[in-house]
């Protein structure tokens, strides 16, 4: 069952670190505004618009003492090198949304978000490593995304959110309701997508084993371990398909992990709320005559924190 934030509220003595999917902010920003929205001078921002109206959603919602973004490289990742399909079928996004990214990185260094990426791996592994490390510092971790691979991340102090309608109505996710949701555990997730593969990210999977079928067989077994070291007590189709798909399975295994040791420089206190600069994000705001969003910033704000470099915590 899917549920609101509300049972998620911050709690008293909390520290609570959120982690951002930008990739999937700015794509579900774009096609969340259909009609274009362009400055005068005719340049289109309504990805951007929509990731920075989404932005203030967040902090609004969460309240964060700590919050970071992560994008994913240009370069391919281990995963491209080892699998030379690994995410070949799917459909490039449109060049309008393109040309609106470099903004949004604007738009961020400018607010003084902290950015994470790294060559070689992909944003679900920076996100994986941050939220580890926040938690592992004591705060409790939230992962914004809509990446259903993220669930693998859940435990008892790291949280997924779906940024359901615009983060107004977000889906939060704890063992609890990834279980009711999806009749798995999250440490279950890889090896489900081990079993029945991932059309979206082109992971093969094993062939003849659907949702269904992986279901059955992680429930029965546990995991892709517990399966082939059974093998002999799977009897007809199945044991078939399992046998002639192990080596298939286990490499999709690997495509599906996402990786929590990342080597990166965090340090929890750089992603700090104080160090945001909302008078840098008004700033741009007004540069890309974003006026609804000047005068939203304006009721969130302090006024004399939009008038000072110097920042505090709105919370």
């Not at 109206?53 to 391919?76: G, R, V, W």
Request: include cysteine.
């Amino acid at each position: 069952m899917e549920e609101t934030k509300d049972e998620f509220a911050k709690k008293e003595g909390e520290k609570r670190f959120v982690v951002i999917d930008g990739n999937h902010l700015i794509h579900r920003a774009f096609y969340a505004i259909q009609n274009p929205l362009k400055t005068s001078s005719g340049e289109q921002t309504n990805a951007i618009y929509g990731f920075a109206s989404m932005i203030l959603n967040i902090i609004e919602a969460e309240k964060p003492d700590y919050i970071a973004m992560t994008f994913d490289e240009h370069a391919p990742t281990f995963r491209h090198e080892e699998h030379e399909g690994y995410k070949a079928t799917r459909v490039k996004a449109p060049d309008e949304l393109y040309a609106q990214i470099p903004r949004i990185r604007e738009l961020v260094e400018r607010f003084h978000m902290p950015m994470y990426s790294k060559e070689g791996f992909e944003a679900d592994d920076m996100m994986g490593t941050l939220s580890r490390i926040a938690h592992e510092k004591g705060a409790t971790s939230y992962i914004v995304t809509g990446d259903m691979d993220a669930l693998q991340l859940v435990n008892g102090g790291i949280y997924v959110v779906f940024p359901h309608k615009g983060y107004k109505e977000p889906l939060v996710y704890d063992r609890e309701k990834v279980i009711a949701k999806y009749g798995i555990t999250p440490e279950q997730v890889v090896d489900y997508k081990a079993l029945m593969g991932d059309a979206s990210d082109n992971i093969k999977g094993v062939q003849g084993i659907g949702p269904k079928g992986a279901l059955q067989l992680l429930n029965e077994y546990k995991t892709l371990d517990g399966i082939y070291g059974r093998l002999d007590e799977i009897k007809g189709g199945i044991h078939d398909k399992l046998e002639q798909g192990r080596e298939d399975a286990y490499f999709s295994q690997r495509m599906a992990r996402i990786i929590t040791d990342v080597p990166c420089d965090f340090d929890l206190k750089s992603a700090s709320i104080k160090t945001l600069d909302y008078r840098g994000l008004k700033q741009f705001f007004e540069e890309m005559e974003m006026k609804s969003l000047v005068r939203r910033l304006e009721k969130m704000v302090p006024s004399d924190q939009l008038a000072s470099k110097e920042q505090m915590s709105l919370f």
